[in-house]
């Protein structure tokens, strides 16, 4: 029988704000915990002492940058969005504070992060969470970034801005590693550097970050912003493979014509073909291995008509197939900036000042970090494919909830819809029997 709803009104509903203990991140008792377990609050303090305030300070530096990584983690944009954590009771209580710190306090620690030695300390805990989930063999994939700065702010720079033509923009390098999608590394620099600006001086710091933990760098990746026979002969000084993609000018298209090509499969009507052979640019030492791609255009085959070519320079003496697809899983690395980005806002700045923002992306990485490691300790192990930060904040951190009192203590009273099978139960019990 069919029910008109033709005629009928919607229920008058009253608000009112009179709800207490109650929040919005109802996982944020699992993830603080979680840091906890791992030793990251104990490794904040004692990192960052250093830079400690006065003994007596109300909020040390160590409380401070935990309710920015949370904060980050939580899905809290800039800065002056941490007025969101003020009245949460459940963060408040779970980070042990009698009160959140306001937004002034936390722009003042932020740009008390600056400087080398306090970036490198944001490096190092960076690295502490990162190698939970860094195996003993790791691929690094080097790519840089432009965002565009608004307003007047601190070391931006005019330079190639494929988004905003002629704005000021920083231009970040990042370091991730290819398996785990960890981030490494990130240096912040001006707008008017390119791609290949300092990449020694980067390599170099992502090779002793990854030694410092333990793991030993197998080969490099990187798109041909970062091509050049500097970045080739230091490579293979320290023996690491490496697959960095080169540009096709003329001289290269014409020697690539000769080489006999495999065909591998097809992109919509294209056929996509592979070939190697050895080719040396003038501006190289000596000859190198280079494997060329080529899409042809299929009713052109027989004519030889190329749609596009690309080339790989490379150590590896593997099938050219086979190197085609390792260079395209540095995919990954598009993913994470990405991911970086949405989920993170690594592309918003939130102080005028370079140090600021400097370590503020430090900090998301940190927090990039720390969700990876949360993921895969508490829930990947089941073989489930990781989720992206909205995904994970939608079914497990973000779930609303009332923080109630009894006489036998504190009860979070979460929203029966968001129970999804277990899944919020089950990572409390991977993270009870989880042992660091």
Not at 364 to 387: C, I, M, V
Request: proline share 3%.
């Amino acid at each position: 029988m069919k029910h008109s709803t033709r005629g009928r009104r919607s229920a008058t509903v009253r608000e009112t704000f009179d709800l207490e203990g109650a929040t919005g991140f109802g996982g944020a008792g699992l993830l603080v915990d979680y840091a906890q377990r791992i030793g990251l609050r104990r490794r904040l303090r004692r990192t960052l002492a250093p830079f400690e305030k006065r003994p007596n300070a109300v909020y040390p530096l160590a409380s401070t940058v935990e309710v920015l990584l949370f904060g980050r983690v939580l899905g809290v944009g800039r800065v002056h969005q941490f007025e969101v954590l003020e009245g949460d009771e459940l963060v408040r209580r779970k980070l042990g504070l009698a009160k959140m710190p306001d937004t002034t306090l936390l722009y003042r620690d932020l740009e008390r992060l600056g400087g080398e030695r306090a970036w490198d300390a944001l490096r190092r805990l960076g690295l502490c969470v990162g190698r939970r989930v860094i195996g003993k063999e790791a691929i690094l994939d080097v790519d840089s970034t432009v965002e565009t700065a608004y307003g007047n702010l601190e070391g931006t720079a005019v330079g190639y801005n494929p988004t905003k033509h002629g704005r000021a923009s920083y231009h970040p390098i990042l370091v991730t590693e290819g398996i785990s999608r960890a981030a490494v590394r990130a240096e912040l620099r001006p707008g008017n550097t390119v791609a290949a600006t300092g990449i020694l001086g980067v390599l170099a710091r992502a090779f002793a970050d990854v030694e410092r933990i333990g793991s030993q760098v197998t080969a490099v990746r990187g798109d041909r912003g970062f091509q050049g026979e500097d970045v080739f002969s230091y490579l293979e000084g320290r023996y690491v493979d490496y697959a960095i993609k080169v540009a096709v000018d003329r001289n290269l298209r014409a020697w690539a014509m000769d080489l006999a090509y495999r065909e591998i499969g097809c992109d919509g009507d294209d056929a996509i073909e592979v070939a190697a052979g050895t080719y040396q640019r003038s501006s190289w030492s000596r000859p190198r291995r280079v494997v060329c791609i080529r899409r042809r255009i299929a009713e052109g085959i027989a004519q030889g008509m190329v749609h596009s070519m690309q080339a790989i320079a490379t150590t590896l003496d593997a099938d050219p197939e086979d190197v085609y697809h390792f260079y395209n899983q540095r995919c990954s690395m598009e993913g994470l900036i990405r991911e970086a980005k949405d989920g993170f806002g690594i592309d918003e700045f939130s102080s005028r000042s370079w140090d600021g923002n400097y370590a503020d992306l430090l900090l998301k990485l940190l927090a990039y970090n720390l969700t990876l490691a949360f993921q895969r300790d508490l829930s990947a192990l089941r073989g489930e494919p990781l989720k992206t930060i909205r995904l994970l904040r939608r079914w497990i951190l973000c779930i609303p909830g009332i923080l109630v009192r009894h006489a036998r203590g504190w009860t979070l009273r979460l929203a029966q819809q968001y129970r999804r099978d277990g899944q919020f139960e089950d990572m409390r019990r991977r993270l009870n029997a989880l042992v660091c």
